[in-house]
């Protein structure tokens, strides 16, 4: 089990919070909730060793791809591919939108 | 009845506890009911014995399978309706010594998990309708059977012996299922309390009540004897002075702290803000 | 069913935990209690090597059902299992409790229970053990107020101490998928060999532990199809019917005088299993 922690540039605090996802076999959860503004941290614990450069190219190209609200983003994850990595965290933004804040 | 064979912990704390009680008639073998006392009031002690005869293939190690569970049922719910009409209840005193739940493809057919049900049901409705119900492990108290035979219990009484344990799957069972091997699970439970199999590591957890040393947890002394009865004497007057009948008393020690919190958080966030 | 039809159908298999107590709420009366971001997660997971869930697979989801107060405790069948855990343990038996507490207070709050769970969580045995006797204790208390429901739709099925706590329902709602039995085929096969029990045979093991085996035993209450809708209006309707005058689990004279009729030497069938309650119970 690892822990990995990591930092974009992000934009203005976001709004409410999502979570998706569950910690099963080759899938993960994702917890968002509002940062300040400018940063997005994640916190990644995952029972895949050794991922870590992998994590950070998948997160950068999700979390770089167009201007995202800052946000604490939590991730637990189990053996997840990228693609499902990447599901999940667009999941996650896309209910944060839908839900506007709750 | 007696036997000149090896009698089990089960039997032979029944025995002692009653004074060689008769037990009730019209039970099956495995199931051992005897109308005692305790503290001088009338008294229901129940035990589930090995029988290596038992037609049932699969429950011939002192498993509790689909005949024991109904039938621990039945003399509970025999002695809720017996008290029915009385103000004072007696209490019912579960000798837990019980290998585990039965294995077997009958037991699955027929329902075993409803069998247990029917038994954990009605200590539960006995605990309920004001019956002191006391739970004293002497043996293994394993997973379902424990379930369904003493989990119930107002008070929970261990003894202090290495054939005491309480678990939820026996060690090669839990090692398969858990992709691990035997070496690695005990190695765990060295260090995780709850995942221990020995009984002084159970009795951390906060949910016994008493841990009792004794000479002979196999064949009892008669200075061990008035150990255990003195302790259910107390036992009962407890769980009289208590007025609560739930399982609450199992949330005092600090062990619990985490199942307390839970509870609390849930109480405080139940009404709507 | 016709085309549009099979389209319309949401599958209840295939809802997490948490979008099944939304699917079985009014629309728009959810409210989670200690939900995700409260972080009450298994102390004794991490220093075993196993990545938390932040809920510890146990939602508990306060709401309405039919306009009624009522409280969804469900398991989220794909984390671990399903299996209980300490902290997931008290949110059901801790909810229940609250629940049996409000019918005190005259409030009418029922439960649904959704089990997708093998039962203990062995990384933590022992108190998943005694938290499943607690949501036991639980069950017994509120059904005495309210019809108590049940439902087990799989993958995972109900197993281990909470196929007892399913045994313990006013009302046990399956489907096709599932499977409600006491041990899981692979431990069947470990105690009592390949023989008794083959965890392998799937066909087999659905024969005596499915869904339909179950509810044409009178072991289950209702059998419906994986639909979210037709198992909430299937869930309202047990609510309304309220609980039974006598619960299966109280019913030890009749399954005895059933099972006294069972010859033990001969291996057990599907067939004679259904003849034996159907006639019996």
């Not at chain 3, 419906?224 to 006598?246: C, K, N, Q, S």
Request: aromatic share 4%; net charge negative; with cysteine.
């Amino acid at each position: 089990m690892e822990k990995i922690s990591l930092e974009f540039p992000a934009a203005a605090p976001a709004r409410g919070r999502a979570a998706v996802g569950v910690v099963g076999s080759g899938d993960l959860e994702v917890l968002l909730e509002p940062n300040t503004a400018g940063s997005t941290t994640v916190s990644i614990t995952t029972s895949v060793n050794g991922m870590a450069r992998v994590w950070e190219a998948v997160l950068a190209r999700v979390l770089g791809a167009s201007p995202l609200p800052a946000t604490k983003i939590e991730i637990n994850d189990f053996g997840a591919t990228p693609g499902v990595v990447r599901m999940r965290v667009e999941q996650a933004f896309e209910e944060l939108n839908a839900t506007g804040g709750k | 009845m007696t036997s000149t064979k090896e009698q089990s912990r089960g039997a032979a704390w029944l025995a002692a506890l009653t004074a060689e009680g008769r037990p009730a008639d019209g039970y099956p073998q495995t199931v051992r009911v005897v109308d005692g006392s305790l503290a001088g009031e009338p008294a229901r002690y129940i035990t589930v014995v090995p029988d290596a005869e038992n037609p049932f293939p699969r429950v011939r190690n002192g498993e509790v399978g689909l005949i024991e569970g109904w039938t621990l049922a039945r003399a509970v719910r025999e002695t809720i309706a017996a008290d029915a009409e009385r103000a004072t209840k007696r209490p019912i005193v579960a000798v837990i010594d019980v290998t585990s739940q039965a294995y077997g493809r009958r037991e699955e057919a027929y329902g075993i998990h409803q069998a247990l049900a029917g038994a954990a049901a009605a200590y539960a409705d006995a605990r309920l309708a004001g019956h002191p119900v006391i739970g004293l492990i002497v043996g293994k108290a394993m997973s379902g059977a424990l379930l369904a035979h003493g989990y119930q219990a107002n008070r929970l009484i261990a003894l202090d012996d290495a054939g005491v344990m309480v678990h939820a799957m026996g060690k090669a069972a839990a090692a398969r299922v858990t992709l691990r091997t035997v070496e690695e699970l005990e190695a765990l439970a060295a260090t995780i309390p709850p995942m221990a199999y020995d009984i002084n590591s159970f009795a951390t957890l906060g949910l016994l009540w008493r841990l009792l040393h004794v000479e002979r947890a196999d064949a009892p002394t008669a200075t061990d004897v008035d150990r255990v009865e003195t302790c259910l004497v107390e036992a009962l007057a407890d769980i009289r002075a208590d007025r609560r009948r739930d399982l609450s008393g199992r949330l005092k020690q600090s062990a619990r702290r985490t199942s307390k919190e839970v509870r609390e958080r849930l109480r405080a966030e139940w009404q709507e803000g | 069913m016709n085309c549009e039809e099979l389209l319309q159908r949401t599958s209840f298999i295939e809802l997490s935990a948490r979008e099944r107590a939304r699917a079985l709420l009014d629309a728009g009366s959810m409210r989670e209690l200690i939900g995700p971001f409260e972080r009450m997660v298994s102390p004794w997971l991490a220093r075993q090597g196993v990545v938390t869930q932040a809920d510890d697979g146990v939602v508990v989801a306060k709401g309405r059902i039919d306009r009624e107060p009522a409280v969804v405790l469900a398991i989220e069948g794909a984390y671990q299992g399903g299996s209980m855990g300490e902290v997931g343990g008290a949110k059901i038996a801790g909810a229940l409790e609250l629940a049996a507490e409000d019918n005190r207070r005259g409030i009418p709050t029922r439960a649904v229970i959704v089990f997708e769970t093998g039962g203990v969580r062995l990384q933590e045995a022992n108190l998943g053990l005694a938290a499943i006797a607690e949501i036991h204790a639980a069950i017994v208390d509120l059904r005495r107020y309210q019809a108590v429901v049940g439902i087990t739709a799989g993958t995972v099925g109900c197993f281990g101490g909470m196929s007892i706590a399913a045994g313990l329902c006013s009302h046990m709602i399956v489907t096709q998928e599932a499977r409600l039995g006491l041990n899981g085929p692979a431990v069947i096969e470990q105690e009592a060999g390949i023989a008794e029990y083959d965890s392998r045979d799937r066909p087999f093991i659905w024969s005596f532990t499915g869904g339909e085996q179950r509810y044409r035993s009178k072991l289950a209450d209702a059998y419906v199809d994986d639909d979210a809708h037709a198992i909430r209006e299937t869930i309202r309707a047990a609510l309304r019917a309220g609980a039974p005058a006598r619960h299966r689990s109280d019913r030890h004279e009749d399954f005895l005088a059933c099972l006294a009729a069972v010859d033990p030497t001969q291996q057990a069938r599907p067939d004679a299993v259904r003849a034996l309650y159907k006639e019996g119970l």
